[in-house]
């Protein structure tokens, strides 16, 4: 493993965690005490202190208004501002308008247009009449106007450039009031979702923090950030350092390794009051991929379990051998796994590794390294909560659907999520937004604009990025295509409080009609006593994991088999999509949809056939005013010449092609475009299903 010195990571020694645990709490807050804390692992295993709310400002559709009232997967997150107000002859498109004591502690954009991004924002700090940033949106959020990488950076390095999504990390503090705007000649007072051509979207999510009005706030100033000046390029080393080898650091230690048959279970105990500080592990199986799902890390602190998790999905990769490199998690590219969570427990701790797999499991390179930790008032559990949704419905607009992540009662904080899912069509997954309720809050205090950009990156690109303190995506070839993806955000200051419940969902918002697997994993920390909703999600683990689409849609024959289940091959992937408008109209309510369709053009849907024979084959095709002519044919032979499937009305039509030979393997039903629809030149074609008898 790479090494950097111990002093950076966790301290000189363990009497400084110690310190962290008795002395951290301030009554000033400043640029300097918001990067100490933003570095302080152990910090964020205790309550606030001074305590805080987090919130978000964003340009999410205002149509979004209640969940019974329509609009409430309202998609126009763009261009949505507080108000419009003229400054010095200046027309300043508010963004955020706060009171203070608080500070910014995340703030994300991306834009869309001609000359985007390049208007000029700023951000005013208490008096208003000068803004204490000034400059453009770009060099603000990812250039080096207010402080460098990785603080300010874009994602990712191998998207171009207009495509990323821009995050500032670098904690912007308030001690009256703070607004944020943003000034362009592209932007359009009559135009607020920027549909019109020439007018530029612009995209934002602001994260910030209110105290107390009796709490101290030095404001954000240039004085300021040159007096932090050594402190400020510290923190940036910090939060790009190498991890620490587990040799290397000064911690107590028990090894966790494991030999597990099928069904089997270890436990491991530390008895007393300490803090895991790191955990590390490598899984061997013959078949790892399903091995990093079926075996499950749970811990539990004081009686209470509160982390039960896939030992991929807690590592931040989900289910595939991949790197990841966050402040709270690295994952080598041989395997080991470490996370750096800081996990506080007054009395005991059990740590128990399951196998739900069916084939054996080693556990090696696994340890757990603890220190000495003072139990007090603030001192909380960490926790997770895991499931997976199982060939989930995704669809777009209405059809979309509330996904949770956690439903927690009790108090604590927020920390983090990350999700791994297998998309099944090619088609980007992830417009839905975030929806976090705090404290029995009855609209959320936290909505977003799009899951990629809830994650720091923007327009559903597929590029990696790893290297990140807070934010990754390990894999993203499943964004638009039928393969996996996983995204990652962890929080430091952007951590939300709760002090009785706090609820997160994300939209699952698809711009096809589909099925897929989705896998989310929330980490937060909760005080003793506090109650996940979710139960441990033991079949979720078992269920075989998902490699490739026919993971999720089996191409093998049966009798009946849904058009839906076919591997479409060789064909656009944006002309091909899995429609669900006509669920009374269709088989299982969905049809396999091939669009824009020229005279020509052939396209093969395969499925696989383990009983070769002769069966008498009919398929249930949709016709409509937009359908033409086709051939069709089976393993190359021309079943029928120019089937008509114009009709003046939706509907569905099964025609017989008699008895026809299937061969062992894959078979291939092809289609060619051979007339047009009435007054088109283009044509679409669905199947529906399939039906296969012996004769």
Known sequence: MKKIQLTILFGITSLLFLCANTCFSQTTVSIESLLKEMTNRSELAKYPDPAFTCKQFSSYDRGTVAKDKPGWFANDD??????V??????????????????????????FAGKD?????????????????????????????LVTTEPLATSVSSLTPYQNRGHNLYFPIPYAQRCKVTYESVNLREDDPGARKSGTEAVYYNINYRTY???VKVVSYSAAEMKKHKSLIAKVQKQLQGEKPDAGKLKLKQIPLNATLQAGDSKSFVIKGSYSVQQLCMAIHSDNLPQALRSTVLEIAFDGETTVWSPVGDFY???YMPLYTNTWY?????????????????EKECVITLHNYGDRQVVVSDAVAGYAAWKWDARSMHFGTTWQQYTHVY????????DLNFADLQGKGVYVGDDVALFNTTHAWWGEGDEKVFVDGETFPSHIGTGSEDYYGYAWGRPETFTDHPFIAQPQGTGANAAEFAVNTRLRALDKI????SIQFDLELWHWSHTRINYAPIAFWYMLPGGRKATPNDVAGAKEPVATHRKSIYSPALRLTMEGENLIPVNLPPNKIEFQTHLPELWSDGMQIYWREITKGDRGDFEFECDFPGSYLFRILFTIAPDYGQFNIYLNGQLLARDVDLYHPKVSVKEIAFGQVPLRRGVNKISVELTGYPKQLQKSCFGIDRLTFEKP
């Open 394 to 401: 995704a669809g777009p607009g209405d059809l979309a659907q």
């Open 316 to 318: 931040g990769i989900g």
């Open 116 to 144: 985007c991004g390049q208007g000029t924002m700023r951000i005013y700090v208490d008096d208003y009449s000068q803004p204490a940033i000034e400059g453009s949106a770009l060099d603000i959020l990812s250039g080096t």
């Open 85 to 110: 107000e003229k400054n010095n002859g200046r027309r300043e498109f508010v963004m955020m308008d706060t009171e203070g004591p608080g500070a910014i502690v995340r703030f994300w954009m991306t």
């Open 212 to 214: 107390q009005p009796d």
């Open 497 to 500: 409080p709760f002090t009785s």
């Open 78 to 83: 763009r261009s949505m501002f507080l108000r």
């Open 329 to 345: 998690t690295h994952v080598e590219k041989e395997g080991l796994m470490s996370a750096y969570w800081v996990m506080p427990f």
